[in-house]
């Protein structure tokens, strides 16, 4: 559209005003900025840029790919675009025309084409398609290497024509190919203009082939050795690289099915072209002779033939009339130009056999055939543009004669679109007035009138006829013709050269041509020895080149069509096949001579603007209306500028829609509709719907960018809750199986001996391992209830006693008594205690004092007071206090409240020792004593603790250690215990240092081992299992 970028605007239809100031100051204001693609409507104008632009990637293809031409900025790829949509919606045959001068870009431009049509097209995974796109754009490193080369305006130069058709199956992917070539420039092969350079092929081999096949042709890497490669005098250019291209186009030969022998051929006729241009001759009296037979010799060799009938070929010709035949010899001179045209016949016949071999690789295969419907085409068209030397010839007549024809196709197809637009549409047409360049065409192509014409006449008559009596013979008969002057007929023209140049006003400006070499350009004769002469090669590829030499030597041949004849067909058959077709037009202009890509020649631009003649086709298109556009499309871009078309329209039709939207904005005068379209008639008035939707696109940018986000979100949240959903029911299942298994584990454990303690928990998944203990300490609470279950009711408390030591001692004491009955009050048996009835008037008496409820834990011990004095106690432990009371009277000498208790330690044997620490500094440190050797010391713990724990709420520290830490006499004192086997009772001394005591323990009073007693099993640990 108008404003897609700000570097001027993107269209020039859209100009205020339409002149060729106001054309100029637009392209370069955009080429200043980088922007090298403008439109016409439809027509894409290309400047060079002369440096390499990123613009042409995957990322800018996909920006264009199936959009229309006003969706995005100015850009080839919109073109090429335009013409496979055309092809693939309609199924109509396009084309592409690209024009312009030499350097403007035109090959370039096609291959950009190329490359973009390959990379749209549907590849469905076909190795067909892969190949044949591969085959159209590796054939163009082979057309440039043997069609272009270096001229004074552009380093690679396309001096020929190029028509491509590339053909599409009705999937509309490439299934073939077919290339025409036009006219060409084989003069080139034997001379080159200063600072030009002969076709790069030439160059590639000197200085690409290796050194061993260098000598195999039988040359040397050096092009100024060679006449035909340095008249120019310019062998080397900075921006080819000759070797790497000799790389590119072997290899691109392979690609295309050259076969070994076939590209050998192609480089020995190269080889053999420079070879003869070194051939001379010695111009004596009696017969011309080859002075160089060495050069023979290599001809010879290369071409596959004798160097004594090259020689013989060369010197003398054969002529056959009435059924007579007879030689006749060769002056220096002919012999001269016998050489130079035979150099030219044998390059352009190589160069067409190379194009009909690339032919033969894209053709369309039979099994695109098969199909019965109708395959379509796309046509590239890359020809060359006006040219205007200083010295114009022959080829430059041509050249401007084929710009002429596309001129002439070019006005009369955008005019017959623009009249076939406005009457579909309904829309009155207002005549345009352009120049018809019809009159040229007549003036070069009229039969028997025309200047074609003319020089086939002067080529048909017998005798001596010059180029000076063409440009009479002209003169003559053109001398009415308004596009036609020479010096004779306007003797003020001081410009023309007398009998020598004559001038055509073209379309594009006037043109002096040299009439010099006009007739043996025309003629292009080649003596139909030469032509027999390589028939007889022993090279089979070459021999098939000339199939004209088979002719007998006796036959005497009818006279072939004159080049300007032959080019003037192709050019009529070229114009016809693209008048068939929806054409697409590329306009290619060189910003300047010194190939830089900041420099704009105004002057020179403006030239090249004039002979395209983009003005006229800008007045054409903007005849009327300066912008077009489908009702469903214009509602579709403008519908948020008004209140009554945004979001949506919903009225009966687009149209409406249209008529709303520009009654709202007051554009009604400046408007018509059509039957499918709007037409606007100035490009103000675009540009202000523009304007009005520019100011409203990022409002409405920002509110598609919120409902995105929250559509996003949306559908993230969904996908969350889905997969939430999904992983909770994937997790009760796991739950759910991993429960079935522990149940059919556990099913019958109930009736075992352990009623599972021995079943092997199986593997448990990650949603159930933070449940896993719980379900193991239920069946551990399940276990010992089942244990718990077997023992009577009354022994049940001492159990509990039994586990509340088991808490304390477990690990850490290998046997405390646990597999034993404990009896707890045993001063009170007379096994115990003879004095039973002392024991229990004490007691008594306690009760009564103190109010305690039940002695818990009663018994003699061996007691080491502070003084460092041992003596025989005997303690009490009851629910509330710990007594210590005298072992024959049973006195109490002292008590201490469970709460004053701060902790209990033992030592890890099966000693007797225990320590009660209290408060005040002076703990009471015993040694148990029985008369059966049994181990109370795990009883009094479980006493002591459990009472503590009644009454503090809280844990009773319990220490187990070799060296037991005590405090008498607010004196940390240790004690250590000694097993002594010779002693008869336990005893407490005094150890090595003053603050060590030490337990004397007899082995005979220690415990006997574990034993299952009451169901409970101890192990070696003291742990109940």
Request: net charge positive.
């Amino acid at each position: 559209m108008a404003h897609h970028d700000e570097a001027g605007i993107g269209d020039f239809v859209l100009l205020d005003q339409i002149n060729i100031d106001s054309f100029m100051e637009n392209l370069q204001v955009r080429f200043n900025a980088g922007k090298i693609y403008t439109y016409i409507g439809e027509v894409c104008v290309s400047v060079n840029p002369y440096r390499t632009m990123n613009i042409y990637g995957s990322d800018v293809v996909n920006q264009y790919k199936g959009r229309e031409i006003f969706e995005r900025p100015p850009h080839i790829f919109a073109i090429a675009d335009a013409a496979y949509k055309a092809m693939k919606r309609r199924g109509q045959d396009t084309c592409i025309v690209i024009s312009g001068e030499s350097g403007s870009g035109k090959t370039e431009a096609s291959k950009i084409i190329m490359r973009y049509i390959a990379a749209v097209t549907n590849v469905s995974q076909q190795a067909e398609i892969d190949r044949v796109k591969s085959v159209l754009i590796q054939s163009n490193s082979i057309l440039e290497a043997f069609g272009n080369a270096k001229t004074n305006r552009n380093d690679n130069s396309s001096r020929f024509g190029k028509y491509m058709d590339i053909n599409f199956d009705f999937k509309h992917d490439p299934v073939g190919g077919h290339i025409s070539n036009y006219l060409l420039e084989k003069s080139r092969v034997v001379l080159q203009q200063p600072g030009e350079r002969n076709f790069h092929a030439f160059y590639q081999l000197l200085y690409g082939a290796p050194d061993a096949e260098l000598t195999k042709l039988k040359l040397v890497r050096d092009a100024a050795q060679y006449y035909y490669t340095r008249q120019g005098g310019n062998t080397r250019v900075d921006s080819i690289s000759d070797r790497q291209d000799y790389k590119s186009v072997n290899s691109a030969l392979r690609l295309l099915g050259f076969g070994a022998e076939k590209t050998e051929c192609i480089w020995k006729i190269i080889a053999a072209v420079l070879n003869l241009g070194n051939v001379e001759f010695d111009d004596n009296a009696d017969a011309t002779s080859v002075k160089t037979p060495e050069r023979l010799q290599a001809v010879g060799a290369l071409l596959s033939v004798t160097p004594a009938e090259l020689g013989k070929t060369l010197c003398q010709r054969v002529i056959a009339a009435g059924g007579e035949v007879m030689e006749k010899g060769h002056t220096g001179v002919q012999a001269t130009y016998g050489r130079d045209a035979f150099a030219k016949a044998i390059y352009e016949r190589l160069f067409t056999w190379i194009i009909q071999e690339v032919n033969t690789a894209i053709e369309v295969k039979e099994e695109s055939k098969r199909y019965r419907t109708k395959n379509t085409v796309i046509g590239v068209l890359d020809i060359y543009g006006f040219e205007i030397f200083n010295n114009n010839s022959f080829e430059q007549f041509c050249i401007n004669y084929c710009n002429e024809k596309l001129q002439q196709l070019f006005i009369e197809l955008v005019l017959r679109q623009e009249q076939e637009e406005y009457r579909k549409e309904g829309i009155e047409w207002t005549n345009i007035e352009y120049f018809n360049n019809q009159i040229i065409c007549d003036l070069v192509e009229q039969p028997h009138k025309g200047m074609i014409a003319i020089m086939d006449e002067a080529c048909l008559n017998v005798g001596r006829i010059t180029d000076q009596m063409l440009l009479e013979a002209m003169d003559k008969k053109l001398a009415n013709h308004q596009h036609y002057s020479s010096r004779r007929l306007n003797p003020m023209d001081k410009e023309l050269k007398h009998g020598e140049e004559f001038r055509i006003r073209h379309y594009a400006g006037d043109v002096s041509y040299n009439v010099t070499g006009f007739l043996d350009k025309n003629k292009d004769m080649l003596y139909q020895d030469f032509k027999r002469l390589l028939y007889s090669s022993q090279n089979e590829t070459l021999k098939s080149m000339w199939p004209e030499g088979a002719q007998h030597i006796s036959k005497t041949t009818k006279r072939p069509l004159t080049a300007g004849t032959l080019f003037k067909n192709s050019m009529i058959s070229l114009i016809t096949n693209l008048a068939s077709k929806q054409p697409h037009y590329v306009r290619c202009i060189k910003p300047n001579e010194e190939k830089s890509p900041v420099l704009f020649d105004r002057e020179r631009v403006r030239h090249q603007v004039n002979y395209l003649g983009l003005i006229e086709n800008v007045r054409v298109r903007r005849a009327g209306f300066a912008y077009r556009q489908s009702y469903d499309r214009f509602l579709r871009r403008y519908k948020m500028i008004s209140q009554f078309t945004w979001p949506n329209f919903h009225g009966d039709s687009d149209k409406e829609g249209v008529k709303i939207l520009i009654k709202e904005q007051n554009f009604v005068d400046d408007v018509k509709y059509g039957k499918t379209k709007i037409f606007l008639r100035s490009p103000q008035t675009l540009f202000a719907l523009e304007q009005a939707r520019g100011r409203l696109i990022p409002h409405i940018v920002i509110f598609l960018q919120k409902m995105w986000r929250g559509a996003l979100c949306r559908m993230r949240y969904r996908k969350m809750m889905a997969a939430r959903t999904i992983l909770h029911a994937f997790r009760r299942y796991k739950m759910r199986d991993y429960i079935t298994q522990l149940n059919t584990l556990f099913r019958n454990v109930k009736r075992s001996s352990d009623f599972g303690r021995s079943v092997r928990w199986p593997p448990a998944p990650l949603v159930c391992r933070g449940a896993v203990g719980s379900l193991r300490a239920i069946h551990r609470r399940w276990w010992a209830l089942m244990v718990l279950s077997r023992i009577p009711a009354d022994e049940r408390p001492q159990m509990r006693l039994k586990v509340t030591t088991a808490d304390a001692l477990q690990g850490r004491r290998p046997e405390w008594g646990a597999g034993r009955r404990w009896e707890g009050n045993y001063l009170a048996s007379v096994q115990e205690n003879a004095n039973t009835a002392g024991y229990v008037q004490t007691v008594s008496h306690l009760r009564s004092k103190d109010k305690f409820q039940k002695i818990m834990f009663s018994g003699l011990v061996r007691k080491f007071n502070r003084n460092n004095k041992m003596a025989e106690r005997a303690i009490i432990v009851t629910d509330t206090s710990i007594y210590k009371l005298d072992s024959n009277k049973f006195k109490c000498l002292t008590s201490h409240a469970i709460a004053d208790v701060t902790g209990v330690s033992v030592s890890p044997r099966s000693d007797q020792l225990v320590v009660l620490h209290l408060r005040g500094g002076n703990d009471l440190v015993v040694a148990l004593l029985s008369n059966k050797a049994e181990d109370r010391v795990g009883e009094l713990v479980g006493v002591v603790c459990r009472q503590y724990s009644a009454s503090q709420k809280r844990d009773l520290r319990v220490l187990v250690t070799d060296n037991v830490q005590c405090m008498l006499g607010n004196k940390s004192r240790t004690i250590g215990v000694e097993i002594m086997q010779d002693a008869q009772h336990a005893s407490f001394r005094k150890g090595p240092t003053k603050e060590a005591i030490v337990l004397v323990w007899p082995p005979h009073l220690s415990p006997p081992p574990p034993s299952i007693t009451n169901g409970l099993k101890t192990n070696g640990n003291g742990r109940i299992h």
